[in-house]
């Protein structure tokens, strides 16, 4: 089984670009997704993430703005955050992969944001970056809910550069063009994947 690494800095399109992978058939593993999930009420992240930082949990879920507001920023913090966060992905990713074996699929997609950050170029065969000029990526970022110019910058400061992702990525899916355009590239990609 092929494993696709699918990162992109943030505001790049690589969500879409998930979805366009999902639409072909091909299984993706979304840790932002899977993130969610550990933070909802009852998930498996909201009682080590209390003992952690207890001012994030509210009504039993972990509250993403305010542990946003006491991590972001403040490396030590995001450090402690990982390691409690990151061997609960680990796990999730395990049943990911035997899932996708089980059902015979050759390809499986990571969608994983910080793959060059975390080192996690290691645990893939071949990686994609969802790549757009940053001036359209400031323009989508900022046109977020809750999203100030400081935060974006925190996030931006704490991800590989948009050029060097571009560089060290086998694949690059331009997504400055139309949906259909960049749904052609991710069609191509996944043809060239499974031929070769």
């Known amino acids: 089984m092929l494993l696709l690494g699918l990162t992109g800095s943030i505001g790049m399109g690589k969500s879409t670009v998930g979805e366009m992978f999902r639409k072909l058939g091909i299984p993706v593993y979304d840790a932002d997704a899977e993130i969610h999930k550990l933070y909802a009420r009852g998930g498996a992240g909201v009682e080590p993430i209390r003992e952690a930082f207890p001012?994030?949990?509210?009504?039993?879920?972990v509250d993403r703005q305010r542990l946003s507001k006491l991590v972001v920023g403040n490396e030590a913090e995001i450090q402690r955050l990982e390691q409690v966060i990151h061997p609960l992905l680990a796990e999730g990713r395990a049943e990911f992969f035997e899932k996708a074996q089980k059902e015979g699929h050759s390809i499986v997609?990571?969608?994983?944001?910080?793959?060059f950050e975390t080192g996690g170029e290691d645990r893939v065969h071949k990686i994609a970056v969802v790549?757009?000029?940053a001036d359209v990526q400031r323009a989508r970022v900022l046109a977020r809910?809750?999203?100030?110019?400081?935060?974006f910058e925190a996030i931006l400061s704490r991800q590989v550069d948009d050029v060097e992702k571009r560089k060290r990525a086998d694949f690059v899916i331009d997504t400055h063009c139309t949906p259909e355009e960049t749904f052609a590239q991710v069609k191509k990609l996944v043809e060239q994947l499974k031929n070769a």
């Open 145 to 151: 809910p809750q999203m100030t110019e400081e935060k």
């Open 55 to 61: 001012d994030a949990v509210v009504d039993d879920q």
């Open 109 to 115: 997609v990571l969608d994983i944001p910080l793959i």
């Open 131 to 133: 790549s757009a000029p």
